[in-house]
Each structure stands twice: as C-alpha cells, then as structure tokens.
C-alpha cells in the first residue's frame, strides 16, 4: 500500500472503524439502525462505500482465509449480480 493511501482521511477513518468493530460490544444491527436518521445524499453515500468495500472483498488477488472466505464468497456473488444489473449511484 502507498503512502499516499496511509496518510490519507479514509485510511485514518478505516483505522478507526477497525477497532470500533474490533469489540464484542459493537453491534451491526444498531449502526444500520441509524442510517435512516441520516440525510438522504448521505445514505447514498455510504451505499456507495458500501459497494466499494464489496468489490475489495470480492478480488480473488487480495489476501484472504478460511476466516473470512465466506465474506469474499458472498462478495463475489454481489458482485455478479451488480456486474448485471447494478446501477451507477450518482453522488446526489
């Protein structure tokens, strides 16, 4: 990974991410609660974030195991069907 990516906002903000979920106290279901009290152009900003972390889970170049094969499978799966049908999500 460059350095570029390192020092960047988003690499700091995955970092932080990283260890929030990194606890058995964080809860999925609670953070999905929370994206309808969200603005709109938000939601669809995160959907799109969303689908960039799939398409990184889906690349059969990046690291993954037996821990996490089932996520990259899914991924993929997604994918497919985004590769038919998706749609692109404009920014607004």
């Not at 990283?18 to 994206?35: G, T, W």
């Not at 939601?43 to 799939?54: F, K, P, T, V, W």
């Not at 094969?69 to 069907?81: D, G, P, Q, T, W």
Request: charged content about 35%.
């Amino acid at each position: 990974m460059d350095n570029e990516i390192r020092e960047s906002r988003e690499y700091r903000l995955a970092k932080e991410w990283e260890m929030a979920v990194n606890s058995y106290n964080f809860n999925p279901k609670r953070f999905a609660a929370a994206i309808p009290d969200m603005h709109p152009t938000l939601q669809q900003s995160l959907y799109r974030l969303i689908r960039e972390c799939i398409k990184v889970m889906a690349d059969d170049s990046r690291r993954y195991d037996d821990r996490n094969r089932a996520s990259h499978e899914e991924a993929k799966a997604i994918m497919e069907y985004l590769d038919k049908h998706g749609r692109n999500i404009p920014l607004k």
